[in-house]
């Protein structure tokens, strides 16, 4: 790079869907990605939702000449699902699970079973440091249960990028944020990082209307979800930051607009986000990129405040109700034991329960104090977790006043 | 600091042991140690297994005057125990959970429940960005099981420290690392971050002999755990760096040695470490400070692969294993719903089973079964951590080896 003035960076992200068993045709979709993306060669594809490590296997075979390193970041139970490919040396990753990650009890949603994370991937020879990585998914907008952990989050992500990336050259964040750009969580994470959207920021664009990657179109869509947005809504994101003396700008924005070339069907159910970046080194160093002005960046961070303190109220009150089903179950259990020991001594006269009935009620009982009382431990967590970011951001909020 | 061209840091750095109700003269000792740290005047005060938010409170208000910033550190279901009190204000915290945490069973060990983390925070106007944490607690050092995940540990700690702190000017690290200096996990540590042992560093040493941190004559440790160690062992660590253009030098250490100055208890059944450091501008900034040389760091890196390794097979075992228990449970489940389904359709002639013996065995086998799942569920993560860990110290081995 000392030799040569510029590079330029081509980057392609997408949010696969490749959930084994459950995502439609599958296999023939992660086929039509790993084509396209030798076709195109791009230097660095960031994919999330690969659950699958002989999907990622598959990939990495296809695309050993173009993109000859790669990574694959494992967490939870089923993996983390993020995995990328570059054209320069990885010498480095670093995985971050998010503290709070929806609830267990929500099989339907999965994401506790995900471990949904942040993966850290250095790059070597070329001045780069791109982190990539997935924010929790959003499920319903009207009622939104997630929405103080997706603002813990966005917060932790926000607290990741600013502290790992102070010695970077140039910062690339790319990744399904499952938020839409005007939401609370995305201006924190920009303002607080001070990462540039390349939607905003492009010269030309080709796509999908206003940048979505969720689209009506996409035969893959939930078409009743996308109903209050006929023209779909933009939740993938490549973001990006020059930290000390380069200087980034998106050159070009691309989607992918519903079916791939020369198929019936799309890559994913997301559409794919494809950035050209223009990379140059300044002939002095200059001030560091700075994010929003601080009165701005107040006022988000006290809107963020306010989610996360109606969470923790909500967890407070989870975590007390679920303490008292169990101390209830419990008593259940003691007064069936001290039936039962009366009975032994002969106190009672004859057998007042019906045997059955009496050890359906304590299996009952014992089911209920389980799982009450992993309920509880759950939700101290949770409360512990909300407490300590809301913490954070009011430390934020206290040096953002001392030092505008 | 532009104008001054030293500072002269004092730390002080201890595991407090407060855990309430299980601590012996808990309260009496966390008022002992605020009364000798209003006495000394600390810079940096790091304290250790704080698990009641009661004591933290208390020593706040206690050295609100010598130390007036401080943070506790929340994670887990009780807590992390981790707290800081500072002279310098506290401009920044992170808090980063290790992935493995020893095994929610083990409930007379309790590490699971605590969430074990290390816990960063940045100095301000001073050029000081300390992170400060605790590893993994040791049990029994002849039968180690939790050997690999401390490993993981280790090399979760180091890969925090490598890429938060490539920015800061002074990086310090203190706290119980429930490792001796010549453990793999210590050596890894230092030799993948660059950190320097006060210990071995420091112009002039007063207290414990080998300045052990764990020693037999303080009357709260377990004497028959030190059998082996007849001076004691030194796992309470305060670590250095200078990272840009500062240069670190530890003038003086002490630790205490058994009871408190005038009183017939100790802080703590760990020793206290207490270290002066010299931090100087230098006039021209220097290459960074070199940890380990490549092949002694490759050797160390080779042998906390073996230790992971091993880790990971027995995790796989243990997750095979109670995949099995639980599939058996289920069978036996199943086989009872036969039975009873059976009966109902008056396939058997009479009852062959007594009813108080059949639920009872149903109730176990969806005891045996809960359990069973819970076990395979947490052994499954297990199992990923220690390959994602196995593969990033591949990935280490490579870097070291192509770039020595």
Chains 1, 2 share one sequence.
Not at 151 to 157: N, R
Not at 260 to 284: C, F, N, W
Request: aromatic fraction near 10%; proline fraction near 4%.
């Amino acid at each position: 790079m000392e030799g040569d003035p510029a590079l330029q960076l081509r980057v392609f992200d997408l949010n696969c869907w490749a959930i084994r068993y459950l995502s439609k045709r599958r296999q023939e979709r992660i086929r039509l990605i790993g084509d396209q993306l030798c076709r195109e060669g791009f230097d660095l594809v960031l994919l999330q939702e690969i659950w699958s490590e002989q999907d990622y296997s598959d990939l990495k075979a296809k695309l050993g000449d173009c993109c000859p390193f790669s990574h694959y970041f494992r967490s939870g139970v089923i993996g983390s699902g993020l995995c990328v490919f570059s054209k320069f040396p990885i010498l480095d990753t670093l995985l971050y699970q998010y503290s709070l990650n929806g609830y267990p009890y929500m099989l339907q949603h999965g994401d506790w079973f995900c471990g949904k994370s942040v993966g850290l991937v250095q790059g070597g020879s070329q001045p780069l440091c791109p982190p990539f990585f997935q924010l929790h998914a959003e499920y319903c907008r009207e009622k939104d249960a997630y929405l103080p952990h997706r603002i813990v989050q966005a917060w932790e992500l926000a607290q990741f990028i600013r502290h790992t990336a102070k010695a970077a050259d140039v910062v690339l964040l790319g990744g399904d944020l499952n938020m839409h750009p005007e939401d609370v969580g995305i201006r924190l994470l920009r303002g607080w990082t001070g990462l540039q959207d390349t939607f905003t920021e492009a010269k030309r664009f080709e796509g999908c209307e206003d940048g979505c990657t969720l689209i009506p179109s996409n035969c893959f869509t939930f078409k009743s979800e996308l109903q209050p947005f006929p023209l779909g809504i933009r939740i993938d994101y490549v973001l990006y930051k020059a930290v000390s003396s380069f200087t980034v700008e998106c050159e070009e924005l691309r989607t992918t607009t519903g079916t791939a070339p020369g198929t019936d069907i799309p890559y994913s159910d997301h559409e794919a986000v494809m950035a050209t970046l223009h990379i140059q080194r300044k002939r002095q160093a200059a001030s560091v990129t700075r994010g929003m002005a601080g009165p701005a960046l107040a006022e988000v961070l006290s809107e963020a405040l306010t989610e996360v303190h109606v969470g923790l109220l909500a967890a407070r009150w989870q975590r007390y109700s679920s303490g008292r089903m169990a101390v209830l179950a419990l008593l259940l259990l003691l007064l069936q034991a001290v039936a039962v020991l009366g009975m032994l001594a002969g106190l009672a006269a004859g057998q007042p329960f019906p045997k059955l009935s009496f050890s359906l009620l304590a299996f009952l009982a014992v089911a209920v104090l389980l799982l009450a009382a992993g309920l509880h431990l759950f939700h101290s967590i949770e409360v512990k977790m909300l407490q300590g970011t809301e913490e954070q951001m009011r430390m934020a909020m206290r040096v953002l006043q001392e030092h505008p």
